[in-house]
């Protein structure tokens, strides 16, 4: 039945039925992942130490609103120029990108580590004891947030190209 959905229809109807499909069969796993990975660190961590991580998470997870509209512009851009069999323009708008997200991301790490050395970061979440590594722990936890927030371009590379799949297969790894 599902060979029969997947292949009746024209090439780019197979094209999208296969990224739905895909993209459900790879959601799911993710889905059940995180249910059971928040309850076994809620019974791990405890009730404090997981407010903790949430607030520390929360400011990771803040990342994801400063896109600055490179990942929007570039899968325009990029399936643009493939519809119009300019490959080479394609190419250089992910080179383009790449760059300018790598000095995004440079800036950003550096201003991680510095501000681990200037700002008390115990005080700023007002945690309610004395909670020595929490300066590694936030930074640990934003330097993995930017290079989760450096993957959005490769998903939106994966998505102007038609590979829409792809993006919910990276997020199944990360």
Not at 11 to 28: A, D, G, M
Not at 94 to 101: H, N, P, R, V
Not at 119 to 135: A, R, W
Request: net charge positive; proline share 1%; aromatic share 14%.
């Amino acid at each position: 039945m599902i060979r029969h959905y997947l292949f009746k229809g024209k090439v780019k109807e197979f094209s999208l039925k296969k990224n739905i499909f895909l993209s459900i069969l790879i959601k799911l796993p993710v889905i059940l992942i995180e249910l059971i990975s928040v309850r076994l660190m809620f019974i791990y961590l405890e009730e404090i130490n997981y407010g903790l991580l949430i607030t520390i998470y929360s400011f990771s997870s803040w990342l994801s609103f400063v896109n600055l509209g490179i990942g929007s512009t570039l899968i325009t851009k990029i399936s643009s120029s493939l519809a119009k069999g300019n490959i080479n323009k394609a190419k250089s708008y992910i080179s383009t990108a790449f760059f300018t997200l790598s000095l995004i991301v440079i800036c950003l790490i550096s201003i991680i580590f510095c501000s681990r050395y200037f700002i008390n970061f115990s005080s700023l979440i007002n945690i309610p004891y004395d909670f020595k590594e929490i300066n590694f722990l936030v930074t640990f936890v934003l330097i993995f947030g930017v290079i989760q927030y450096s993957t959005e371009i490769i998903k939106s590379i994966l998505v102007a190209t038609g590979l829409a799949f792809g993006q919910t297969l990276i997020d199944l790894v990360s």
